[in-house]
T-cell receptor, first 112, second 110 residues
Framework: LAKTTQPISMDSYEGQEVNITCSHN???????ITWYQQFPSQGPRFIIQ???TKVTNEVASLFIPADRKSSTLSLPRVSLSDTAVYYC?????????????FGQGTELSVKP | DGGITQSPKYLFRKEGQNVTLSCEQN?????MYWYRQDPGQGLRLIYY???????QKGDIAEGYSVSREKKESFPLTVTSAQKNPTAFYLC?????????FGQGTRLTVV
């Protein structure tokens, strides 16, 4: 899996838009970009996935520039319940020898 | 409902004892994983399996063992050789580009 770099932590206030950027300079042609969300004492859950340009679902948007060396997870109008750790993963499991490696993630703290 | 079930949710172990954590999935996924998470840290890969009767070491396999006798089950044994076993353990299964996690087992050595 391509190595990823994310900010360790971010702070925000309720109602603001939050953008978390992930760098992945050695992304391969077949790699997808996937974001997971983890609440304390729970397993991570899938949020969004993309290959290029922009993807949007009911939870978030994912922006991927043309060179695909970075990606930005956008959370619109965050609430206190969005306080969690967000992980960026790049790769395609079956093409990477089976490993699924999570980095440190970004700890997002939303304040009232 | 399809998903991954880990049991127990909380587990206490005396030093020097082996303990086995259960992980069962009914998603029909071939790939399964075990992770360890310490407070304030990310997930570290212990073992993973791509197919029944086959598994590979992850980044921190020392002191742990696994088996994969059935597609649905991937139990993790924390042996007495694991020097610092107190942690939150997560099991996952995946299809090609998406992983699904259980709710975790919190193991405490007393």
């Amino acid at each position: 899996l391509a190595k990823t770099t994310q900010p360790i932590s971010m702070d925000s206030y309720e109602g603001q838009e939050v953008n978390i950027t992930c760098s992945h300079n050695n992304i391969a042609t077949n790699d997808y970009i996937t974001w997971y969300q983890q609440f304390p004492s729970q397993g991570p859950r899938f949020i969004i996935q993309g290959y290029k340009t922009k993807v949007t679902n009911e939870v978030a948007s994912l922006f991927i520039p043309a060179d695909r060396k970075s990606s930005t997870l956008s959370l619109p109008r965050v609430s206190l319940s969005d306080t969690a750790v967000y992980y960026c993963l790049v790769g395609e499991v079956y093409n990477q020898g089976g490993k699924l490696i999570f980095g440190q993630g970004t700890e997002l703290s939303v304040k009232p | 409902d399809g998903g991954i079930t880990q049991s127990p949710k909380y587990l206490f172990r005396k030093e020097g004892q082996n303990v086995t954590l259960s992980c069962e999935q009914n998603l029909n996924h071939d790939a399964m994983y075990w992770y360890r998470q310490d407070p304030g840290q990310g997930l570290r890969l212990i073992y993973y399996s791509q197919i029944v009767n086959d598994f590979q070491k992850g980044d921190i396999a020392e002191g742990y063992s696994v088996s994969r006798e059935k597609k649905e089950s991937f139990p993790l044994t924390v042996t007495s050789a694991q020097k610092n076993p107190t942690a939150f353990y997560l099991c996952a299964s995946s299809r090609v580009r998406e992983a699904f996690f259980g709710q975790g087992t919190r193991l405490t050595v007393v």
